[in-house]
């Protein structure tokens, strides 16, 4: 890393790299390598190049694509990466291209008139896309690339036909190991991926009954070496299982690990002979290898060299084949056996259908092209992407009709749209008008919209609480931090609720059923982007249910085509009442329960829904909850993550703002409102009987004083609410109140505001203090709500589980009558062999281990909080604290001694003399971090700070050793407390010291 702190050094460092070691982008202090003087040398000495530049009419900006030469440290080779810049006035495009504005670039609808210096403007004209090809050159029939990596994989096969011979000819372990080992190192591996596993499958099958072919495999399979993870059950539905058994020796790791391996394969042939189920096959060309291959749902693979050797081995029979990338196939195959899933290559195909798309989303034009058979299977896709809106229109050589560019707002930028055809495209009104396209009219129900004053003013007054980012970590009180950032570890929770999307439809003065759509896309789409995990959408989105609908429908598509599993529920609020005099309550919410299910979302009135340990979304109903006993609704949620319970509550214990000021329109009235308001008080009373030690979130479109007099809140609760736009954060660790991010009338930009939620349970939580026999499989559902991940297959004698004073501890009891301390899956003998003796003296136990490692613990937690605010991990697992996935911190339990160390595994370890040598080495930009927070003589890095001069320049030292490992996993142990467990047990002795229990 260059130590510069001048400009003027950057530039001799640059110009002096040809002479010393080679510079790539990063290498540059981040401060200097957007500077001027820096960018020129950068040019100059190759670390920057110019790829394409020109003026983008859609966003009305001067764009310059470049790449800047970096290393890839993983995969150990130099990369181009693209960097863009874009420059909202001509001067400092022209000053920052010194002057070279002409090649390869692209000027499209740019008002050149409007430009001072002097230019060549026709010149500037000349070219009016980059894209050189259209889309008459994308057709079902193969194309020129297709067909170039046709011939491509051809010869790979022939290469991997040699390969294939001499795996065949191995006689012994040593020389199936010295083949392996030489393929490895050949180009079909390293660059073309081709797996090893192919040519293990056709030594397999080359002689099934070759005994000895059959030992050399199994050989192999012992070692541990790779492929045998993905080989070994599978074998067994190519083999005897039990020769498979008997044959099997795991050898890599020690004899627990060899034991368990043994275990896990006899467990699975046991399970193979209950099941007793028949395989589910496919068969596809691998247009990598152009071998063919029948794949079983057990991992069996068979691998053909030709076509003819697949039907043969197949009797004709080409059922869940996908020959599509056979693109050279020529067969006839009336003869075969198909089924609705065959796919056969193109060239065979009588019927075929086409669509295309073509759209504008995620600031990307785009263009899908799919085929389909006849059993409406797709055959083949292309996706074409354009970053300008002139490469989109030239490609589709000016074909615009039934484009969807509703969200391309910037269309009205666009000052010719001659050679153009935008019949029925989805555009924006006021591009139409502007070039006299006509459009489908749509006109605003103003009777649906209404701003109520009270709201109004509520709203006005808490602008700044509502335009206020704020994420915020919900954990149980007295909870320990965690020793390990687990993905499951907490509940990520987004809400946001009263969109009244009719005013913004109004603030839009949308005219079109287009206007509509592009209103309501950029806010679901707005809303897409930001979710994750769960998404609350708390009522009040539109008074008019067909707009409601558009909603939901188009937050379906979008979350689907983001790929996004996140789970959404919707309560209802007032205004989606409005649309629906004389029917009744009940019918209205059948209607949008209906529809908001369809959609696979989740609906939310006067009942429970909940993930379960599993962490799949379940439902007690209205019905289950007023009608079960509160001890069978317990026992119903006893293993659940999250509880929510909700629903639009109204506003009966509100006397001043309620049905008689209109806020249902006719739909409800006074009467109805307070008899709903009730009932709704009457599950939530005996929401919080049944479950008052639980986490729960009550999420209602009204909040509590509206529906209840007391405004009683529960402190382990946390609400999450609308209605009254009058937003409002509170949270004093036992009192959290939620309803900050009421939109309302006049944000036409919402956002998502969130909090993450322990979703830790503890399935034991029922149980008095005292000494349990339980079984095996609860022992597992504990550890799964404590989010600790567990292997437990040990057959159990007595399994022992000992609760006291709200911390855990569990034994098992052999037919011998010893006791062993559980610590997940693994196990310790304890002394003595009275379970009263170590429920007695838990207690002592505990205070033992917790003296010594509060001290410890808060010198980690410092350690990781100055490692995530240089944006490293500062997960603590042992006594190793993570920085990124190479690098890491070891402190020592005895010293307090930190060392930093980039490990490949747990042999290989360079060891640094400081942690910042560590950093300053292996992660520069955390480097950088520290430098920047430590300058000015800041104390926020104290400890990092503390040993600043020691060693930046020493090499690290190899160390083999993995002793670091075991005095870890000790502290892991003990680190189990945060969780409430007790994993290991010690004695204090004579000496006062502590002693753990005998191996």
């Known amino acids: 890393m260059l130590k510069s702190n001048k400009n003027e050094d950057v530039i001799k460092y640059l110009r002096a790299k040809d002479r010393t ?218 083999y005897n299982p039990e020769e498979i058994l008997l044959n099997y020796n795991y050898l890599s790791g020690k004899k627990s690990a060899c034991d368990k391996h043994k275990r896990d394969l006899r467990k699975y042939i046991e399970d193979m002979d209950k099941n007793g189920a028949k395989p589910e096959t496919v068969v596809f060309f691998d247009k990598e290898t152009h071998y063919y291959c029948e794949k079983s749902s057990f991992g069996v693979c068979r691998f053909f060299e030709t076509f003819d050797d697949l039907l043969k081995y197949r009797r004709n029979d080409l059922s869940n084949a996908d020959l599509i990338d056979d693109i050279k196939l020529n067969y006839d195959f009336s003869k075969c056996k198909m089924n609705i899933n065959t796919k056969l290559p193109i060239s065979s195909l009588d019927e075929v259908k086409y669509t295309i798309k073509k759209t504008y989303s995620d600031g990307k034009f785009k263009v899908l092209q799919k085929w389909y058979n006849k059993n409406d299977l797709l055959i083949k896709r292309y ?166 609908e558009l909603f939901v429908r188009l937050l379906r598509d979008e979350l689907y085509r983001k790929r996004k599993d996140s789970k959404v529920i919707f309560v209802l609020g007032n205004h989606e009442l409005w649309d629906f005099f004389g029917i009744s309550f009940n019918k209205i919410v059948e209607k949008y329960e209906k529809l908001i299910t369809e959609c696979g979302m989740y609906f939310l009135q006067n009942n429970i829904i909940y993930k379960n340990s599993e962490r799949k979304i379940c439902k007690i109903s209205t019905v289950e909850l007023e009608s079960l006993p509160e001890k069978e609704i317990r026992e119903k949620l006893r293993d659940v993550r999250l509880i929510l319970f909700g629903g639009l509550a109204f506003s009966g214990c509100n006397n001043e703002f309620n049905a008689e000021n209109g806020i249902y329109r006719k739909t409800i009235d006074r009467d109805e409102e307070i008899r709903q308001s009730k009932y709704f008080e009457e599950l939530y009373n005996k929401v919080v009987s049944t479950l008052p030690d639980r986490r729960l979130v009550i999420f209602t479109h009204t909040p509590i004083d509206c529906w209840q007099k007391n405004s009683d809140y529960h402190k382990d609760y946390v609400y999450v609410s609308g209605h009254t736009h ?72 007595i399994l022992y589980m000992l609760k006291k004073s709200g911390h855990y501890c569990f034994v098992h009891k052999s037919k011998n009558g010893s006791l062993l301390i559980l610590n997940g899956g693994a196990v310790k003998t304890l002394n003595q062999r009275d379970i009263n003796y170590y429920y007695n003296n838990m207690d002592s136990a505990i205070a033992t281990i917790k003296g010594p490692l509060e001290k410890y613990t808060s010198v980690q937690k410092k350690i990781a909080h100055e490692i995530r605010k240089i944006g490293g991990s500062g997960t603590i697992h042992g006594c190793i604290i993570d920085i990124d996935w190479y690098n890491h911190i070891y402190v020592n339990p005895v010293d307090l001694k930190i060392t930093g160390y980039w490990a490949e595994d747990i042999i290989y370890k360079k060891v640094y003399p400081s942690v910042l040598a560590l950093l300053k080495s292996e992660c520069p930009l955390m480097y950088d971090n520290y430098k920047r927070l430590s300058n000015g003589g800041s104390n926020e890095l104290p400890i990092l700070t503390k040993n600043k001069r020691t060693g930046l320049s020493v090499l690290p030292q190899t160390y083999l050793n993995t002793d670091i490992y075991k005095a870890s996993r000790e502290i892991k142990k003990m680190q189990k407390l945060s969780s409430s467990i007790l994993t290991t047990w010690y004695e204090i002795n004579n000496e006062h010291r502590m002693i753990e229990s005998k191996i």
């Open 21 to 238: 070691q080679k510079i790539y982008y990063s290498d540059i202090p981040e401060e200097y390598r957007e500077d001027k003087k820096s960018i020129i040398a950068q040019r100059k000495y190759g670390i920057r190049k110019i790829d394409k530049i020109g003026f983008d009419v859609i966003n009305q900006v001067y764009f310059v694509h470049e790449f800047v030469l970096d290393y890839n440290e993983l995969r150990k080779e130099e990369v181009w990466k693209e960097n863009i810049k874009t420059f909202a006035g001509f001067n400092d495009y022209y000053n920052y291209l010194e002057g070279k504005i002409y090649e390869n670039a692209c000027y499209y609808q740019c008002d050149l008139s409007a430009i001072e210096k002097n230019i060549d403007k026709s010149k500037m004209s000349e070219k009016t896309s980059f894209v050189e090809d259209s889309i008459d050159k994308y057709t079902i029939s193969p194309s020129e690339d297709e067909l170039l990596q046709y011939s491509k994989g051809e010869k790979r096969k022939k290469q991997l036909k040699k390969w294939v011979s001499k795996f065949i000819a191995c006689d012994s372990l040593a020389s199936l190991q010295k083949v392996v080992e030489s393929y490895e190192k050949s180009v079909l591996y390293t660059k073309f991926d081709i797996d090893v596993d192919l040519l293990f499958w056709q030594y397999i099958f080359y002689d099934l009954k070759d005994k000895n072919r059959f030992k050399v495999i199994m050989e192999y399979m012992s070692t541990g070496y790779y492929p045998e993870h993905s080989l070994i059950k599978p074998l067994c539905h190519v």
């Open 726 to 797: 009058k937003n409002q954060f509170y949270d004093d660790g036992a009192i959290r109140i939620y309803a900050d991010n009421q939109v309302g009338y006049a944000n036409n930009s919402p956002h998502l505001k969130c909090f993450d939620l322990d979703n830790e349970y503890d399935y034991f939580s029922d149980f008095a203090d005292g000494i349990y026999e339980i079984s095996a499989d609860d022992y597992k559902r504990f550890y799964r709500g404590k989010n600790l991940s567990i292997t437990f297959n040990r057959e159990v004698n």
């Open 383 to 548: 996706l074409h992407e354009f970053d300008y809106f002139f490469d989109f229109a030239s490609f589709l050589k000016g074909d615009l009709s039934n484009a969807d560019l509703v969200l391309c707002k910037g269309l009205i930028n666009l000052k010719d749209i001659s050679g153009i055809n935008f019949s029925n495209a989805g555009i924006i009104s006021a591009f139409c008008d502007k070039f006299g396209i006509k459009y489908n009219k749509f006109n605003i129900d103003l009777k649906k919209i209404e701003t109520f004053a009270r709201t109004e003013e509520c709203e006005q007054n808490t602008t700044l609480a509502l335009n206020t980012s704020r994420e915020l970590d919900v954990l149980r009180e007295g909870l320990e931090p965690r020793f390990s950032n687990s993905y499951f570890n907490n509940e990520h929770i987004s809400y946001i609720s009263d969109l009244h999307l009719m005013h913004k439809l109004q603030h839009f003065a949308a005219k079109s059923k287009d206007d509509v759509l592009c209103v309501v896309k950029s806010i679901v789409n707005n809303i897409v982007e930001e979710t994750k995990g769960i998404l609350l959408i708390g009522g009040d989105v539109s008074s008019d249910y067909s707009i409601f």
